[in-house]
């Protein structure tokens, strides 16, 4: 372990000189406040079988890919890092209306891709993960109608202090609080993001796969 982490610190201290002035790239690392780091911690999905883990040692981030082992990640700026040995670039996108990190961008030689964040933590099972407990007035105000597009959408219900999906001509199934505007599914790998705005709901994202359908409300 201790030589696999002076490794880390060795690339890191290459790809540092790398970004220092007059490089090539002209980035330069910058500090990211260790709480602010806290706030990426989680897994991203990019499909059904590829999932990333984003974890913090030491006041430094991470990210653990399938077959890849973990990398250090150095700032460039607060929301944008540098996969030390690969020069894979990742930034998190963070929800305005939520001030939560919704999902990241990994890009490499100019292409991009998207991993929806499907858990705030890592290794966590879904089926054992805890949830919130809302008040019953916030989960009346997502109950309705949701439309992809004619014929497809999704009913938001609620049986007493539980909120159900029901995707069209499928089971309505549970979803679980994981903030006061996100939840989660804990049979499946998926979630769904209540979008607000002002004291109204708008629409829903349903994400699953690295799929990410945005739903307008009907009612």
């Keep these: 372990m201790a030589c696999h982490r002076a490794r880390r610190r060795l690339a890191g201290l290459l790809l540092l000189a790398a970004l ?9 690392p ?91 933590e890592v290794g966590v099972d879904p089926a054992t993960r805890p949830a919130l407990a809302l008040p019953a007035a916030t989960l009346d105000r997502y109950v309705g109608r949701y439309e992809e597009q004619p014929g497809f959408g999704l009913a938001i219900t609620r049986e007493g202090g539980q909120l159900l999906a029901q995707v069209t001509d499928q089971d309505a199934v549970a979803i679980f609080a994981e903030s006061e505007t996100d939840f989660f599914y804990r049979d499946r790998n998926a979630r769904i993001s209540f979008r607000v705005e002002g004291d109204a709901v708008q629409a829903l994202v349903w994400r699953q796969g690295g799929a990410a359908l945005e739903m307008r409300r009907l009612d």
């Design 20 to 28: 220092a002035p007059g490089a090539a790239s002209a980035q330069r």
């Design 30 to 120: 910058v500090h990211v406040d260790p709480l602010l780091l806290e706030q990426y911690v989680g897994q991203y999905q990019l499909s059904a079988s590829y999932v990333l883990s984003i974890l913090v040692d030491n006041d430094r981030l991470y990210v653990r890919a399938p077959n890849r082992g973990t990398r250090l990640l150095v700032p460039t700026s607060e929301t944008e890092f540098i996969e030390v040995e690969s020069g894979l670039r990742i930034t998190f996108r963070i929800r305005a209306d939520t001030r939560r990190v919704d999902h990241l961008v990994f890009e490499q030689s100019g292409y991009g891709r998207r991993a929806d964040r499907i858990s705030a």
